[in-house]
Nanobody
Framework: QVQLVESGGGLVQAGGSLRLSCAAS????????MGWFRQAPAKEREFVAS????????AYADSVKGRFTISRDNAKNTVYLQMNSLKPEDTDVYYC????WGWGSTGSQAYAYWGQGTQVTVSS
């Protein structure tokens, strides 16, 4: 079992950047594919980006492609989401998730472990 804690959210102006971090503990981090999702109140959780447990294969939602970059540091048990050129529509609570031996599914149901979320607010 893995525990996940996100950090790095905050308030930023449109066009700015933020880097989210998700620190994992309790299990072998390198065995997990990691994903980032976001969710607004009364809306379904939306896939943002993922990275496989081996090989560094990444996937992105069309809405963030070219602006966001997912990466992982297995030595630090941490996955990152670098967010550039932020837009007001990127405002959401961002969650990281872990999928054992996964390739980085875009579906939230594939992930068994979730963090508590971090708020990202982009002002216009």
């Amino acid at each position: 079992q893995v525990q996940l804690v996100e950090s790095g959210g905050g308030l930023v102006q449109a066009g700015g950047s933020l880097r989210l971090s998700c620190a994992a503990s309790g299990s072998t981090f390198s065995s997990y594919a990691m994903g980032w999702f976001r969710q607004a109140p009364a809306k379904e959780r939306e896939f943002v980006a993922s990275i496989s447990y081996v090989g560094g294969r990444t996937a992105y939602a069309d809405s963030v492609k070219g602006r966001f970059t997912i990466s992982r540091d297995n030595a630090k048990n941490t996955v990152y989401l670098q967010m550039n050129s932020l837009k007001p529509e990127d405002t959401d609570v961002y969650y990281c998730a872990a999928q054992l031996w996964g390739w980085g599914s875009t579906g939230s149901q594939a992930y068994a472990y979730w963090g508590q979320g971090t708020q990202v607010t982009v002002s216009s």
